[in-house]
């Protein structure tokens, strides 16, 4: 299990993309490694292998189950309306893994996620105990959350507050398809991958 490795469980679609987005840029400016289901794209691994494979991994884990519902393009399905239930799947591998992976395993930490107060009471009782952090749906709040969080679970006195990752991931977010383009790559279908090495790398001076 990797020290620094933050497992990213969250809805990939194009309306959740920026706050995606916030996140890993978080995480990257507060110092540890972003993962998640999109960082390989081999075809000889099932997803629920990869999965399994990252978050054994990862020691910390972020978990945004506010899309378990009929929100965003789900609730725009006409044939199928369903609501998402990847984020509670994986959230349970997570927390089974911390559970009964190993002396190793024990040391995860765990951000749960949602944008209304106890509402997870209604179709996850069985985290009862582990209350998520409510947020205001949008990129700032999440930030806020995210930092705060790693900034108390790691240990890492030295993660700015969120408020100033807010700031720097618009600016960040304000210069992108730029970067994208300098580097002949179009900004509505960038991977994970190079999400990543342009957050790094960037320089807001």
């Not at 893994?97 to 009782?125: E, H, M, N, V």
């Not at 806020?144 to 006195?157: F, K, P, S």
């Not at 600016?171 to 990543?196: Q, S």
Request: hydrophobic content about 40%.
């Amino acid at each position: 299990m990797n020290a620094t490795d933050v497992f990213i469980n969250c809805p990939f679609s194009a309306d959740y993309k920026e706050r995606f987005w916030a996140i890993a840029y978080t995480v990257i400016r507060s110092g540890f490694e972003p993962r998640c289901a999109l960082e390989a794209d081999n075809s000889g691994e099932n997803r629920y292998g990869k999965i399994c494979r990252i978050i054994k991994e990862c020691r910390y884990g972020v978990h945004d189950i506010s899309y378990t519902g009929l929100y965003g393009e789900a609730a725009q399905d006409a044939d199928f309306p369903l609501p998402r239930f990847n984020m509670p799947f994986e959230l349970g591998l997570f927390l089974g893994a911390q559970s009964y992976g190993g002396p190793k395993q024990t040391a995860k930490t765990t951000l749960i996620l949602d944008t209304k107060p106890y509402r997870f009471q209604k179709f996850l009782s069985d985290i009862a105990g582990h209350d998520p952090r409510v947020y205001g749906g949008d990129a700032t709040s999440l930030i806020e959350q995210v930092a705060a969080w790693l900034r108390v679970e790691g240990r890492r006195a030295e993660i700015p507050g969120g408020e100033v990752i807010a700031a720097d991931f618009a600016a960040f977010m304000a210069i992108f398809p730029d970067v994208c383009r300098a580097a002949k790559l179009n900004p509505d279908n960038i991977t994970f991958f190079d999400f990543k090495r342009f957050a790094a790398a960037a320089d807001l001076s």
